[in-house]
């Protein structure tokens, strides 16, 4: 799936142009450099410049790995995108031994998460957080020990794998909750007997430490967005700045059920590479 890039790792960036790469390329370079020589907090002066604005680093993970490995943004984002496709392989392969009990399972379930359409369109669209896939399959697999067990140790990985993977992708943390949600709802309906007081419990303690680590990072993000779409024009700025929204990069209902030939994202020149997205 990286082929021509292991052999060449700094000479060209896994991504498509007309995708997010050069964003997230960009995001390497800059959190880096603001971890570096940068203001505290938000706030920085690379964007919108001379006034800056508050900028939240979408992918604060990858971030921190770019701090300790120094190496340049090319690069690491190779890097980065093997080693989380490595790891995706790992989780899948962990979570489908697991659920089919045999080592050959596992190996099948990696291979098919490695390479099934959605790691291929992470690597296509370029977006760091994004190619942090594994993040789900290591929830669900935390999710599953803790539920068979009642240990408390599998509840407390669980929210700390749920904290970690909202940090790393708001999305993950998200459908990552929303399985929890999911599988104790149906345990409390159709388990006989029912789940214990103590595994309640324990899927309250998972829910309290992820919050205790999506939370702040919740807050700051949103606290780098104004109150308005639009920025208005300073004396130090040539022009307003418009703040557009992405409604192409969203799902429609129709995007599942219909042919893609008459699917809306295939009417969207200006969204070709978030096709697969949807």
Known sequence: MMCPTPGTPGARALGSADADTAKHLWNLWWMRTELLSGEPGLGTRLVNFPDGAALYPIDP????????????????????????????????GWLGRMVSGSRLGGYVAAALAQGSA??????HVGVGELRQFWWLPLGLGCLLRARETGA????????????????????????????????????????RPVPSLRT???????????AAIAVPAASAFASSYGPSTTVA????????????????????????????????????????????GR
Do not use: K
């Open 61 to 92: 993970l990858d971030g921190l790995v770019g701090f300790f490995l120094p190496i340049p943004a090319v690069s690491l984002a190779n890097v980065l995108c093997f080693v989380h496709l490595t790891l995706l392989g790992m989780a899948a």
């Open 233 to 276: 024009a300073t004396p130090t700025t040539t022009a307003a700045v418009t703040v557009a929204d992405a409604s192409g990069a969203a799902a429609a209902l129709e995007d599942l059920y219909l042919p893609r030939a008459w699917a809306r994202s295939e009417l969207d020149d200006d969204a070709r590479a978030y096709t697969g």
């Open 152 to 191: 408390w140790s599998w509840f407390v990985r669980l929210g700390l794998v749920g904290g970690f993977a909202t940090l790393a992708c708001f999305y993950y943390g998200a459908f990552l909750g929303l399985a929890s949600v999911t599988i104790l709802a149906v345990d409390l309906v159709v388990q």
């Open 118 to 123: 959605f790691a291929a369109f992470t690597v």
């Open 200 to 210: 309640l419990r324990g899927h309250g303690l998972a829910l309290a430490i992820a």
